[in-house]
């Protein structure tokens, strides 16, 4: 057999290592993605004209284009603008931002689905329009959309290892610098592999059990 | 004034050149992964897909193993283990091979689930009749359920279709000379970062329009009569 | 005073043996149960129907009359009990020739025997991405093994014959609701089977399309000689063209006799407050 186990339980420290800063990258990344998409919601939702077109065409520009050549503009083009970012945070920067064209999507399903008596009855009482937004629909249009945002998650952990490829040492990165080193990549990707595997199983279980949960809660 | 002008007119002629660049000797291998792609990618996504709704027990394990295993990882650390870690298990593949089946299968895992939903969604009714009426369950399925879920498909086969455009641009990192890896190549020539790297983004998001627009025409022509759509009734 | 369910089956298979005057029932049941869950759908349901016999069926929402027509045609299993169709058993089969052991029937053996018997839906099941002459011709062709050309005069005559001529090219969505009920009597009689189910095929209509399907039943029970089983809400009609009517309650054949005797005349209990109810309307 071509495997050798006393490597893999060696390199397995490093390769925790990495699966921490994998970790804190992709909750950073999701806490990002989900300020900024209800920042694009609520523009798509009350927004002047122009502006409301503006971003609809942004959204659909970043969720159609690759997260790797946004990493690439945010970690190669910006220092020419004058702002340098460590590799960390400008991966969290772009699945931040690539991901929050997706949990604006999952927020405006949210918000359509609040029955539009919600917003008559508010109006009524005398709310205005920002109050009613945050105090009355907003209650109600998250919860549901709870499962979807946990989807997202899942997502954006398995695109962490695009980070590798600004040099972010993370899970991916761990193991091909060990497989460079050592010359054997066989043990160090297959583990990363796994360990994608069972993290994103055990998340998926979680997130289904969340959806009934959910319903029948409701 | 004029300086404004003279800017913009540089930044639109250095835009022009890389475009150039990138259409002449990046597209074309992007397309090669991406048609390539498509077709593993629609092969398992209906060999999965019906597996998993078959009752033919060892199509139906494997069909969830293989679903379960590809959407589980990510693509680029997919890619990465077909091409580096495979050969010390004996097989060593080209990088074109390798992005080719790999980003396919990992499409066609997310369009399987696509597939089994599509089925499951037509209507139970259409199982019966077709029984009654003396079909076999492969003749119902074929002439019968399938054509019907077929039209349900089209609208998420056409996002995984641009999920999967998306991923060609990880294929740099095995060496594959598609549009991204052009560009990074370019960065290192010129000091055009910006023209390069927006341009490269433009150039997928038409990329990904056209796709979305092929698309649409592929389900007017296949919902020709359906209702809802033109040439149909409302009911 | 309820008679058991065998006694009357006893009485029906004697009745339907004199008038075909034929030893074999086309339909048997013989002590037929069917759960589903905890819920007794059927309760040890005896039925004898006679060749050429044309049978309507009423009752309650939940008696399982829907059950017994979807049984006939083995979209429906069986818990208890047996089925016949011109003699042969539908969920048995014998494993090496007539002479074997009987075993649980596989899918070929149900489809030979599904053969014989068609079914129209209460909510047609139309398929929608065929035109109506496809949706009529396609069994024929794949499953009869009869060439397109064959299938499509059978098809064309059996439109006219629904009245609905010209609207071959026609797809359902662009059908009323009568209309596509009409086709799919047409599809099912396209097979022509020796047995016509019919599951409230008016209930799923609105009012107005309701007359031009009886219409094309009546014609049907007056003019062809196979066997109908007629799931009906629509007590005029069934009065109209049955031979014979089953009053179904409870899963059990609560009366079973002709149409002068159910509706005028009838000698049960539960089969008088049932007509009650529904004629008011």
Known sequence: ?218 | MTGLLHSVTQFVATSWGVLEVLVAEGLPVTLAIMAGGSVVAVVAALAAGLGRVSRIRPWRWTSTIYVEAFRGTSALVQLFWFYFALPRLGVTLSAMTVGIVVLGLNTGSYGAEVVRGAIQAVPKGQWEAATALGFTRGQAMRRIVLPQAALRMIPPAGNLLIELLKNTALALTIGLTEITFRAQALRSETLDTAEIFTVALLLYFMLAQVVSFGMRRAERRLAVGRAGYPGGGGA | ?281
């Open chain 3, 1 to 281: 005073m309820s008679k058991q369910s065998e006694s009357t089956g006893t009485r029906a298979a004697e009745s339907a043996g004199a008038r075909s005057g034929n030893g074999t029932p086309i339909v048997r049941m013989v002590g037929v149960t069917k759960r589903f869950g905890d819920e007794i759908v059927l309760d040890h349901l005896d039925l004898d129907v006679a060749r050429g016999e044309k049978v309507a069926i009423i009752g309650s929402s939940g008696s399982g009359k829907s059950t017994i027509l979807r049984i006939t045609i083995a979209l429906e299993g069986i818990d208890e009990g047996r089925v016949e169709i011109d003699g042969e058993s539908l969920f048995s089969m014998s494993k090496n020739g007539s002479e074997g052991a009987e075993v649980p029937a596989d899918e070929a053996h149900l489809r030979t025997l599904r053969e014989r018997v068609g079914i129209v839906f209460q909510h047609f099941n139309l398929f929608p991405h065929m035109t109506a002459l496809r949706n009529i011709t396609e069994a024929p062709v794949r499953v009869l093994g009869l060439s397109r050309e064959e299938a499509e005069v059978r098809a064309r005559e059996l439109l006219e014959r629904v009245g609905l001529a010209g609207k071959e090219g026609s797809h359902p969505s662009q059908l009323s609701g009568g209309q596509q009920q009409r086709v799919a009597i047409a599809r099912a009689l396209a097979m022509k089977p020796e047995i016509m189910l019919f599951d409230e095929v008016t209930s799923g209509l609105d009012p107005e399309w309701v007359g031009e399907v009886l219409n094309v039943l009546r014609d049907l029970a007056r003019e062809e000689s196979m066997t109908m089983l007629i799931v009906t809400h629509q007590m005029h009609f069934a009065e109209d063209i049955a031979d014979r009517v089953l009053f179904l309650d409870g899963g059990r054949i609560v009366e079973d006799g002709p149409p002068e005797q159910i509706f005028s005349a009838p000698e049960e209990a539960r089969t008088r407050e049932f007509l009650d109810t529904v004629l008011e309307a």
């Open chain 1, 1 to 218: 057999m071509a495997w050798d186990w006393s490597y893999t339980w060696s390199i397995l420290p490093t390769l925790l290592k990495g699966l921490v800063v994998t970790l804190e990258a992709t909750f950073l990344g999701f806490a990002f993605a989900l300020v900024v998409g209800m920042v694009w919601a609520v523009i798509r939702r009350g927004a002047p004209g122009p502006l409301r077109t503006a971003v609809v065409w942004l959204v659909e520009f970043i969720r159609s284009t690759p997260l790797l050549v946004q990493l690439f503009f945010i970690y190669y083009v910006l220092p020419q603008w004058g702002l340098v970012l460590s590799p960390l945070v400008a991966g969290v920067l772009g699945l931040g931002l690539h991901y929050s064209a997706y949990t604006a999507e999952v927020y405006r399903s949210g918000i359509d689905a609040v029955p539009k008596g919600q917003w008559d009855a508010a109006t009524a009482l005398g709310f205005g329009r920002l109050e009613t937004f945050w105090r009355i629909v907003l209650p109600q249009a998250i919860p549901p959309t709870i499962p979807a945002l946990g989807n997202r998650l899942i997502a954006i952990f398995k695109d962490s290892p695009l980070l590798a490829v600004i040099t972010v040492t993370e899970l991916l990165q761990q193991a091909k610098l060990l497989g460079a080193e050592n010359f054997r990549y066989l043990e160090p990707l297959t583990l990363v592999g796994v360990i994608f595997l069972i993290l994103s199983l055990i998340s998926s279980r979680f997130v289904r059990w969340m959806e009934v949960w959910s319903e029948q809660a409701v």
